[in-house]
């Protein structure tokens, strides 16, 4: 490879000095083509990619990488300034400008390579083990102590599992019923006391009004934890600091209020762990061959009419398995990569005999599954992979942000290039990208569901950090401005540091083109970012610099603006003259409360988001020229009380054709549907996530009934003209939409054309009397959720089914249609006078396929009047449904005839007598129903938990059943009898061998 390098290297000099002749030639205004410029970089970037393959041990290797990486950097300025150049000289000449998108080329030419929760996703998860581990754990924390605090540990090597099973316990519902206050802290390496505080106030749910002064931070933790019991997890704990210097005192504190409070760590050292006074450390183990096997075959999707799944291929996947000894993240990321590859014992052997299994030179801590996945990748998806990396620890990748950033970074390519439509599909692109990291598991998502928002492993992380090393750097905790440690940083991200830095220290990587702020900087009056001119994306969050604002448009190269959490309040009057500036998102700038008249001559403007910033921020009229906008967030519709003063009204919507994510707020301001007909929102035939919101506080201060009506006529107008493109994904009402009927569009047979919706929530309906009846025969919905909707009384048969009939008093379906065809998720709640549900279960001579909702998986009713769930929802022939959770359901008195739910939880359920034939239920939680007489037909229970303070004898039917486990929480007299081992009491229970009893004082 070294003597390649050098036979390239005056061919790879060569193209440089032409790029060099073409720029002068183009700037002296003699003919150049820009195409073979583009062209000539192409061609280094081919030898490039295969150089990258051979860069990790061989140092010559590393040398040219990096000097070709420059020089292509170098060339797309030089492309970029060249574009301005001519564009000068056209308009000079007085023609117009030309349709090719200044910076839509050039952003593309560059082919080198929330704060994270307790949240986390079922497919990291296999096995007895953890189940054991979880319920060992929880019960340890749930335990009614008579300390003021401890500290357990969970210990071991990073991707172990350590995170997952602190989740999961954290998650676990008698868990979260036990403390009232519940905190999830990540922590890194080194961190800022300042921030960790406030961070702690937040989760929490304290307030810390922005204060800096750490004395203050500590009182107001110390009274947000005294609230009562809590527990508080730190993850990822490297040092003793954060729990010794910042964290023990308040903690300490506050537990001297009350009893029973917790601090579970996760840590991969053990001696950390000593040093915190963790009562019991629990070592974390890599996984059994039967687990690793199991958790392999999750990360696999599944093939239809396929009998055996993979067990063709257990021995050469256990051979592969066998290589990273159990460890669960390895064998999530080489799942991930197995995913993608045909079935077949060939395909699967290359994997086993890739040379990345014996690849030199990376650090001892990187498992070489993650660099077999990588190298798997495609060029531009690993520039996206590495990317990702420069999201410090402990803040989510979202979707909607690193996207424009990828293709501001223009790692973004379509399959043809030569299309007049080139870039007209950049965003799907990179979305499809990033669905395809989720799937190879390089980055995990916080929701199954929506995958709009992910996380990335440490250990991954590092592996990222350290293939990127090179050219990114990631400031973070007690580091400084890392200058001198690489001499041309390409993108810069800061995260938390122990002190704020000053603006100036920024100014030295003057070759910057991503720079990433997350947290506080000192800017001076004559700070500028004048020496940052080479910068394409720039994301500031959480510190003051709106006397930056003036120097913005000295960024020539700028594509990706990102204010977030500023105290900007205002952008440059001079705007347009960011000629490659794309995506602009202001979001919870509070002080922004206009956009400047100029933003419409940004013609090329991809994204707007304004969401969660000023309640009234104002559009300029014109607005409608931004015909290349692809998302536009948090466009708010003002109620025009001056008869016209330049801003823009709904109306200027219609023209945007290109949007794909639209959100709308205000729309209670508008006056006519007219004004909701001419946004055009049908015909945006791109458009997959739309966002409709009403503010409902006006209309339910109104005392004059006539006016209210009128205004309830108008909504119901104004949202009818909203009729949905048939391209819909996600549509989601909120707010407080106040008409008494939902549209049109949403009954039959309109629904019909909606043929890719797939989420749809509405949240406070409070005037709406009935469910539409068309949500049924959307044929790819699959979560439906319907939250705060007190008029709804009744539900009708017409709900879960299309042309329904009485038929002998038997509800049929006519014709082929199905009812919820592909609904996984179904949530109703605070429907808080809903009685009454018609679902009648079909005749005997109907299949299993005409039921409806035959795909049904989770099942969540809450707080509604229901005596009984429908015979048409529980039926025996109901085989995909696997958790039910009913949380107060004032009137329910029986649950049964669920043969495939595996989960329920029911919480608050006064009037619940009988809950039988569940035949495969494997685990109850049953909180506060006091009236359970009869639980029977449960022959599969495995775990079996019961919460209720007042408690004093326990119920017959637990002489019954036969879980496996058996966790109680009861008055404190009979949690004294069952102590005993000898009273009748305790007979009723002796048959359950492993259990857990807890008392609980009565609130």
Not at 450 to 478: I, P
Not at 594 to 601: A, V
Not at 659 to 669: I, M, W
Not at 943 to 959: F, N, R, W
Request: charged content about 25%; glycine content about 6%; hydrophobic content about 35%.
């Amino acid at each position: 490879m070294a003597a390649i390098l050098d036979a390239m290297g005056p061919y790879v000099m060569q193209l440089i000095a032409d790029m060099a002749t073409e720029e002068v030639k183009m700037l002296l205004g003699i003919s150049g083509d820009i195409e073979k410029l583009e062209n000539n970089m192409e061609s280094i970037k081919c030898f490039l990619a295969d150089a990258e393959r051979k860069r990790i041990n061989e140092k010559r290797v590393q040398r040219w990488v990096q000097m070709l990486k420059n020089a292509i950097y170098d060339a797309t300025d030089i492309l970029d300034l060249c574009q301005i150049e001519a564009d000068k000289q056209r308009e000079s000449k007085g023609s117009s400008m030309v349709e090719k998108a200044p910076g839509s080329h050039p952003e593309q030419r560059m082919s080198t390579s929330e704060k994270m929760t307790s949240e986390f996703v079922e497919s990291a998860i296999v096995g007895e083990k953890i189940e054991r581990e979880t319920r060992e754990l929880a019960q340890m924390l749930t335990i009614n102590g008579h300390h003021d605090i401890k500290v357990v540990a969970i210990v071991g090597p990073g991707g172990m599992g350590k995170t997952t099973l602190a989740q999961k316990i954290f998650n676990e519902t008698t868990v979260q019923g036990h403390f009232k206050v519940k905190i999830w802290l990540s922590i890194t390496q080194h961190f800022d006391e300042v921030e960790l505080l406030r961070t702690a106030i937040e989760h929490a749910g304290g307030v810390h009004c922005g204060v800096q002064d750490k004395t203050l931070l500590l009182r107001r933790l110390t009274n947000t934890l005294s609230v009562g019991r809590f527990l508080l997890v730190l993850d990822d704990v490297w040092s003793n600091v954060s729990w010794s210097n910042v964290l023990s005192v308040p903690v300490i504190n506050a537990s001297k209020n009350q009893q029973g409070n917790w601090v579970l760590i996760t840590t991969r050292l053990e001696d950390l762990a000593l040093r915190t006074g963790a009562s019991y450390q629990h070592h974390v183990s890599p996984l059994n061959e039967d687990d690793a096997w199991s958790l392999l075959n999750k990360q696999l999707p599944p093939t239809p009419g396929q009998v055996h799944g993979t067990d063709h291929l257990k021995v050469v996947g256990m051979k592969i398995i066998s290589k990273y000894g159990g460890l669960p993240l390895a064998i999530k990321v080489m799942g991930g990569l197995l995913s993608t590859k045909p079935r077949s014992e060939g395909d699967w052997e290359a994997v086993l005999k890739h040379h990345a299994w014996s690849v030199a030179g990376l650090p001892k801590e990187l498992d070489n599954a993650i660099y077999l996945s990588y190298e798997d990748l495609s060029p531009q998806l690993k520039q996206c992979f590495l990317y990702c990396s420069l999201f410090p620890k402990g803040t989510t990748i979202y979707q909607r942000e690193v996207v424009p950033m990828w293709i501001s970074e223009g790692f973004i390519h379509p399959p043809d290039r030569s299309s007049s439509s080139y870039d007209d599909w950049l965003e799907e692109i990179a979305e499809g990208y990033y669905q395809e990291l989720i799937t190879r598991n390089l980055i995990e998502p916080k929701s199954a569901l929506t995958r709009y928002s992910c996380t990335m492993h440490d250990v991954v992380r590092s592996f990222a950090e350290f293939m990127s090393k090179e050219e990114s750097l990631v400031v973070q905790d007690q580091q400084d401005d890392g200058g001198s440690k690489i001499s041309h940083v390409r993108h810069l991200s800061i995260g938390s540091t122990k002190s704020a830095l000053e603006w100036d220290i920024l100014q030295k990587h003057k070759s910057v083109r991503t720079l990433i702020i997350n947290k506080r900087i000192n800017v001076q009056p004559s700070d500028s970012f004048g020496r940052l001119s080479t910068l394409r994306v720039l994301f500031i969050r959480g510190t003051d610099c709106d006397r930056l604002v003036e120097s913005l448009c000295q960024l020539r190269h700028l594509r990706y603006l990102h204010f977030q959490d500023t105290n900007i309040s205002r952008l440059p009057g001079d705007i347009h003259r960011m000629k490659f500036l794309q995506h602009i998102v202001v979001n919870r700038c509070p002080q922004l409360d206009h956009l400047p008249s100029c933003i419409t001559q940004l013609l090329h403007l991809r994204t707007l988001n304004m969401y969660l910033s000023h309640d009234n921020v104002l559009i300029p009229k014109g607005f409608g020229q931004l015909k290349n906008l692809r998302t536009l967030y948090g466009f708010r519709v003002h109620l025009d009380k001056n008869g016209g003063t330049g801003w823009c009204s709904l109306e200027e919507i219609g023209p945007l054709s290109q949007l794909r994510k639209l959100s709308l707020h205000g729309l209670e301001n508008v006056s006519a549907s007219s004004s909701a007909g001419m946004a055009m929102i049908s015909s945006k035939e791109h458009l997959d996530y739309l966002e409709l919101n009403w503010t409902s506080s006006g209309f339910m201060g109104l005392s004059d009934e006539t006016n209210k009506q009128q205004q309830q006529r108008v909504v119901e107008e104004v949202i009818e003209k909203l009729s949905l493109p048939s391209s819909i994904r996600h549509l989601y009402i909120k707010g407080g939409y106040f008409g008494s009927r939902l549209p049109n569009w949403m009954m039959a047979p309109a629904t019909c054309g909606f043929k890719s919706l797939r989420i749809l929530r509405m949240d406070k309906l409070h005037y709406c009397t009935q469910l539409p009846d068309g949500l049924c025969q959307l044929p790819s919905l699959e979560t439906l959720a319907i939250n705060d909707a007190p008029a709804i009384k009744s539900v009708g048969p017409e709900f879960q089914s299309p042309s329904s009939l009485a038929v002998g008093g038997v509800i049929v379906t006519t014709g082929s249609v199905v009812g919820f065809l592909n609904l996984a998720t179904l949530r109703l709640a605070g429907l808080c006078e809903w009685e009454e549900w018609e679902w009648e279960e079909q005749g005997e001579d109907a299949t299993v396929d005409a039921m409806a909702m035959p795909a049904l998986k989770e099942l969540i009713i809450e707080s509604c009047k229901l005596t009984c769930l429908p015979p048409g929802l529980a039926s025996r022939r109901r085989h995909a449904l696997r958790e039910v959770r009913l949380y107060r359901l004032s009137n329910l008195t029986y649950i049964e005839n669920f043969p495939s739910v595996v989960d329920l939880r029911v919480l608050d359920c006064p009037e619940l007598r009988r809950i039988s034939d569940i035949s495969k239920l494997q685990k109850i939680i049953i909180l506060h129903c006091r009236n359970l007489e009869v639980l029977e037909g449960v022959s599969s229970l495995d775990s079996m938990e019961m919460y209720d303070a007042t408690m004093e004898t326990l119920p017959e039917y637990v002489t019954t059943v036969r879980p496996r486990y058996l966790k109680l929480t009861c008055s404190k007299e009979l949690y004294e009898s069952l102590l005993t081992g000898s009273s009748s009491e305790y007979d009723k229970i002796s048959h359950i061998k492993s259990r857990t009893i807890s008392a609980e004082d009565e609130d």
